[in-house]
């Protein structure tokens, strides 16, 4: 079953001073790194990568979303080349077993507070994950957005 993985490349690194996908880590650039994970990967996939976005991420994805053709839909962010080839296949594996939505995520270890005006609380972190990419769908859910 076709895979078809969007990556998000629109970013224009506001804060850094140039687009995330040009930016360099160990002499390539991040699209360089996030394309060259993307030929280890094991299933059958296409990759869409949106340069050119909307204003949000929401419509970034939109925009990709209109041009894969797969049933999964992978969605992955230039900024994170490091991600790993388990990864992606543990996104695609959950994907094949039930119609739902995965992300890679990493529990929070660090103390959340909440603040509201001078009285802040801290936040139970039992349930509390970092959402991370790769983020899985199947296509006709990510429609519905």
């Given at each position: ?44 996939h ?24 797969g ?33 890679v ?41």
């Amino acid at each position: 079953m076709l895979t078809s993985i969007i990556l998000l490349a629109a970013g224009k690194g506001s804060r850094i001073g140039k687009p995330k996908a040009e930016l360099r880590l160990l002499g390539k650039t991040l699209l360089d790194l996030n394309l060259a994970l993307f030929s280890k990967l094991p299933f059958p996939h296409e990759v869409i990568v949106v340069r050119r976005g909307g204003k949000t991420r929401h419509d970034s994805v939109r925009i990709g979303h209109k041009r894969a053709k797969g049933k999964l839909v992978i969605l992955h962010n230039v900024a994170n080349p490091l991600a790993s080839v388990a990864d992606f296949v543990s996104i695609r594996q959950q994907l094949l077993r039930k119609d739902c939505a995965c992300f890679v995520g990493q529990k929070i270890v660090d103390t959340v507070r909440q603040v509201s005006g001078t009285v802040s609380i801290t936040i139970p972190r039992d349930n509390l994950w970092r959402a991370q990419t790769p983020q899985g769908f199947r296509r006709a859910a990510l429609g519905r957005l």
